[in-house]
């Protein structure tokens, strides 16, 4: 049971026995647990960013994994709302494309695309849903064992999300070892930080409760950021490209001295 939990409880018992209001007084001495706060890797370099999700190849299955790569980078989905996405959620006919999402708490909401990303799903439509009505309760990104089709499991995007991971780490040893499909959504929170989204509009778009939890797991400058605002009114330190006005030669500067 956690500790702000208990102490509740003993505070209403308390309330009701006056005999354990010294128990009370003395589980409130008691300190929290502090864990040492620290910064969850995501993909700093864009460059590499880009070379994962463009590492499928150009075949059929690299079509769809792809779209995957793409659209959980793009909307900030994760892997399970993904995999619950039925065809009918698809609104891409539409002025403002977007996925109907059911997320946390089977809370709906509307998650807009990118026009990029739209034509990924598109492409992907027609190679794997060629020729089925656009309100379909079929899995939008399946399977197929034993001739049925079934809802690709989450176990199954990580294992995509890894594979085409490990192929890019071979150019790009600044990708993070390893990746998993919550790192994109975490990289591009912090990428629209970064980039001068405002942070209500970042807590919406990530269906985050509270504001804090963003700007806990999201809000961090980049060290390019850092150091450009650490150069602000720092003039003080000499940059060592000065001309020295004395030669380096011993002996000329012990003659200039009158020393020899």
Request: with cysteine.
């Amino acid at each position: 049971m956690p500790c702000a939990a208990i102490k509740s409880y003993v505070r209403y018992a308390s309330s009701r026995d006056v005999s354990l209001q010294q128990v009370y007084l003395s589980i409130t001495d008691v300190p929290f647990l502090r864990v040492e706060k620290k910064m969850r890797p995501i993909i700093e370099e864009r460059s590499t960013l880009k070379a994962f999700l463009d590492a499928p190849p150009n075949t059929r299955t690299g079509c769809r994994d792809t779209m995957m790569l793409s659209v959980l980078f793009d909307t900030m989905i994760r892997a399970v709302e993904l995999i619950n996405i039925r065809l009918k959620d698809d609104n891409l006919k539409v002025a403002a494309p977007y996925i109907l999402i059911k997320g946390k708490g089977n809370k709906e909401r509307t998650v807009p695309i990118s026009e990029n990303v739209v034509s990924l799903i598109e492409a992907y439509m027609a190679e794997y849903h060629d020729g089925e009505s656009a309100g379909s309760s079929v899995p939008f990104i399946y399977t197929v064992s034993h001739g049925e089709i079934h809802s690709m499991s989450e176990r199954n995007v990580e294992r995509i999300v890894k594979k085409y991971a490990d192929i890019v780490r071979k150019d790009h040893q600044d990708l993070p070892n390893p990746v998993y499909s919550y790192m994109l959504r975490r990289t591009r929170g912090t990428y629209l930080y970064r980039d001068g989204v405002a942070i209500e509009t970042i807590v919406l778009a990530m269906e985050h409760s509270s504001i804090q939890t963003t700007k806990d797991h999201y809000a961090f400058p980049s060290l390019e950021q850092k150091r450009k605002a650490m150069e602000i009114g720092n003039p003080v330190i000499s940059s060592g490209n000065e001309v020295p006005e004395w030669p380096d030669d011993e002996d000329e500067f012990a003659r200039l001295c009158g020393l020899r």
